[in-house]
């Protein structure tokens, strides 16, 4: 399993919460549990590979991590979200940006720019192009006001002379 098949599940993860009364450790437990994964995996290939005890801490930090911090991921969402109310924003994207903003605050051995492709990728399954592409932009913009010494450079540009 791929560390992005490991975000794209957490991302799942993430998201079911928003619909449940569990917990993030009841949600896990049920989710991460052997054979109801891998019967999953008969209807999704996402699931079919039982992810080793790294991957399977990435998902948990991941999720806890989401669940913990899950006001301050919306209202970083909220303040990149130009002329958008958060309510109106799908589900879907939102469990996916909160994923990548909580990597990429609380988890400095992910790459910046790793979250933020992957995330954009996981968005192209489930989302229009307009919503990935608000995806995108809401991301980079978090990253280049939270991160202005780290931002990224457009590809074609090199970095400015201090």
């Not at 549990?33 to 399977?56: M, S």
């Not at 999720?63 to 899950?70: D, L, Q, S």
């Not at 309510?87 to 051995?109: C, D, G, K, N, Q």
Request: one cysteine or more.
């Amino acid at each position: 399993m791929t560390r992005s098949t490991a975000r794209e599940i957490a991302i799942h993860c993430s998201y079911s919460l928003g619909f449940s009364t569990q917990s993030a450790d009841q949600l896990l437990e049920r989710r991460l549990d052997r054979e109801a994964f891998l019967a999953w995996g008969e209807e999704d290939e996402l699931y079919q590979e039982y992810p080793n005890e790294k991957q399977l801490q990435y998902i948990q930090n991941l999720v806890h991590g989401v669940a913990g911090h899950g006001p301050e991921l919306d209202q970083y969402i909220s303040r990149h979200a130009k002329n958008w109310a958060f309510s109106r924003i799908p589900r879907t994207a939102t469990a996916i940006m909160r994923v990548a903003m909580y990597e990429i605050l609380y988890m400095p051995e992910i790459p910046k720019a790793a979250a933020i492709n992957d995330a954009v990728e996981i968005a192209k399954k489930y989302e229009d192009e307009k919503v990935v592409s608000f995806v995108n932009g809401i991301l980079g913009a978090f990253v280049r006001e939270e991160f202005p010494d780290e931002a990224p450079q457009k590809p074609g540009t090199a970095p400015e002379e201090p």
